[in-house]
């Protein structure tokens, strides 16, 4: 176990005592950074008894679903456990993509060059859907195609890199262009990685601004959006269903499921086949104009290619670093998930030793069997679930997607329907192999060459 601990790099004395608190603020928030300018809304609307499509969940997914069908003139109901948005929509980096966690290469080999370049090409479609939202909704939330830098953490990354980036400018059209090292200062103000690539039309945003916005403009359509109403269970009922809430009982003819990393008991299908894991973000404390500037001269969105990603970026108002990544994945205290994010973004950025952390939050993401998202119809509900980390584009267009196939509209249609949700043989939902998992890709990640 102490060698497991040390490979980890995760030892800390006293549970973390002195080393945590001296690079903490001692006015620390243990909540996100994003809440500063989008306080989580309190409204607490009164159930109706009946609705056409009933929604569980109100982040990216639940809204944007809940817009599409409320401007078709569907009654929506959307019903959220706790506040709204109060899941991974409201607590994530904010980087805006249309890559999947599976490579593409990989992916190739297991559905062939046609499905998966379509499947690709189907990404690079809902990052456009999202900045085309994002623009004819006017919400302001500090979207902008910034590009996006991801560094290679080994040589050998570097020309796997180059090598899979060939293949996406060849068959999905991606804008893409590899950075040497000895030229990488001009996109990151460090010498952790090995050169990496540049994806021109990736971007990233303020994600509980564009959720605000999102609920703005889905209550402004006539959805009804109520916090504080976990379901407890859907029950099929006619031609429709009856689903039970923390506040009592509603009718409706349609459902979908958009609960993602939060999925619970009252989804056991769903719970099986989606594996919760819990990532952290921090944010530092203001920094001077010039070192910003130095190491993060385009304000790209930042990423490398560890298996045990970290995902960092400037706060929109650029004074701020905000540095992801899984330091732990059991149910480590924010404080000390906060210092060890700080060691490893020194790691990356060594002359932040000193610059203390403001904020330490996390949320849960939703990974799946397969690495990829997954939209269709099981029993009756409809759902969209299982982003992999990378849901502010994916969600935002699965929830539309599935409103559309409520609908019953053709444009419903994606490349990544018809595809079985696979599980594993005993898995209920309780992510037993979880740490096991990481100490192989913490160990993969220390000895990549
Ligand atoms: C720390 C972190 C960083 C991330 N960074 C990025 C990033 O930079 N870029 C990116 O693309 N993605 C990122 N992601 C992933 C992204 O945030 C998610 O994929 C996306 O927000 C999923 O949206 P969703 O609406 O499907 O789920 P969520 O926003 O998680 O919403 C699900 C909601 O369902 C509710 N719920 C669950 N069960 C019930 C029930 N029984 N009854 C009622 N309500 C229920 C929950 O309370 C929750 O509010 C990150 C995630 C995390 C946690």
Request: net charge positive.
């Amino acid at each position: 176990m102490a060698a497991a601990s040390a490979m980890l790099g995760a030892t800390f004395p006293n549970g973390g005592g002195p080393m945590v608190a001296s690079v903490l603020s001692p006015e620390i928030k243990l909540e996100p950074y994003w809440w500063e300018a989008a306080p989580r809304p309190a409204p607490r609307a009164e159930l109706p008894a009946a609705c056409d499509v009933a929604i569980v969940g109100s982040g990216f997914t639940g809204l944007s679903a809940a817009l599409t069908l409320a401007r078709a003139g569907r009654r929506v109901v959307v019903l959220e456990a706790g506040a709204l948005g109060h899941g991974a929509s409201s607590r994530n980096g904010g980087m805006c993509g249309g890559m999947f966690k599976v490579a593409f290469s990989r992916l190739c080999a297991r559905l062939g060059l046609a499905r998966a370049a379509a499947i690709y090409k189907e990404g690079q479609a809902a990052l456009d859907h999202l900045a085309g939202l994002i623009e004819r909704e006017r919400i302001d939330c500090h979207f902008a195609r910034v590009g996006r830098f991801t560094g290679a953490h080994a040589p050998g990354r570097y020309e796997a890199l180059a090598r899979e980036t060939e293949l996406l400018r060849k068959h999905v059209g991606i804008e893409a262009d590899m950075v040497p090292r000895g030229e990488q200062h001009r996109e990151i103000g460090s010498d952790a990685y090995h050169g990496g690539r540049v994806l021109h039309r990736d971007g990233g945003l303020h994600p509980a601004l564009y959720h605000q916005g999102l609920l703005e403009r889905a209550v402004a359509a006539g959805a009804v959006v109520a916090a504080d109403a976990p379901v407890t269970a859907i029950a099929p009922e006619g031609k429709g269903f009856t689903i039970a809430t923390g506040r009592g009982k509603l009718a409706t003819r349609d459902v979908i499921v958009a609960t993602n990393g939060y999925t619970g008991l009252a989804t056991p299908y769903f719970r099986r086949r989606l594996i919760p894991a819990r990532s952290f973000i921090i944010a530092t404390e203001p920094l001077a104009p010039e070192v910003m500037a130095r190491l993060m001269p385009k304000r790209r969105m930042l990423t490398d290619t560890r298996k045990n990603v970290y995902y960092f970026r400037p706060s929109p108002d650029g004074r701020r670093i905000l540095f992801g990544g899984r330091p732990t994945y059991g149910g480590a205290d924010l404080r000390v998930a906060g210092a060890r994010l700080h060691r490893f973004m020194t790691g990356i950025y060594p002359e932040l030793a000193d610059v203390r952390v403001s904020h330490s939050w996390s949320g849960y993401i939703a990974l799946t069997f397969d690495r990829l998202p997954h939209t269709g119809r099981q029993d009756g509900v409809h759902y969209a679930l299982g982003y992999c980390g990378s849901g502010v584009v994916m969600a935002t267009y699965l929830g539309h997607k599935t409103a559309l196939r409520v609908l019953g509209d053709a444009d419903a249609a994606t490349p990544l329907d018809g595809r079985a949700f696979p599980t594993m043989a005993l898995y209920t939902g309780t992510p037993w192999f979880v740490p096991a998992v990481a100490l192989y890709y913490r160990i993969a990640d220390r000895l990549a060459r």
